[in-house]
């Protein structure tokens, strides 16, 4: 078994910043992909940025050139620099990793919220 624990969510101004957590219970290396999706409110889950191998990623468009994924495999922790937030980017951000060992995994969510 698995567990992903975010952190990091919270209430910030529009052009402000929040990095997000997600950390693994297992190597990291183990999970064939690994990254971030978000939900607005009456919206579908969408991608935001994942890890597609251990070094190439895909982006959302809406977040190309504001949002950068990265990974500590010491710590089995994947962040999420969001920068220049707007109050379009307000929901819940969910970690997800995927594995044959373990399937796909989410973790329970954090809130970010983008006043305008």
């Known amino acids: 078994q698995v567990q992903l624990v975010e952190s990091g969510g919270g209430l910030v101004q529009a052009g402000g910043s929040l990095r997000l957590s997600c950390a693994a219970s297992?190597?990291?290396?183990?999970?064939?992909?690994m990254g971030w999706y978000r939900q607005a409110p009456g919206k579908q889950r969408e991608l935001v940025a994942v890890f597609t191998s251990r070094t190439s990623t895909n982006y959302a468009d809406s977040v190309k050139g504001r949002f950068t994924i990265s990974r500590d495999n010491a710590k089995n922790t994947v962040y999420l620099q969001m920068n220049s937030l707007k109050p379009e980017d307000t929901g819940v951000y969910y970690c997800?990793?995927?594995?044959?060992?373990?399937?796909?995994?989410w973790g329970q969510g954090t809130q970010v919220t983008v006043s305008s």
């Open positions: 297992r190597s990291i290396f183990r999970f064939n992909t």
């Open positions: 997800n990793a995927d594995s044959s060992s373990w399937g796909s995994v």
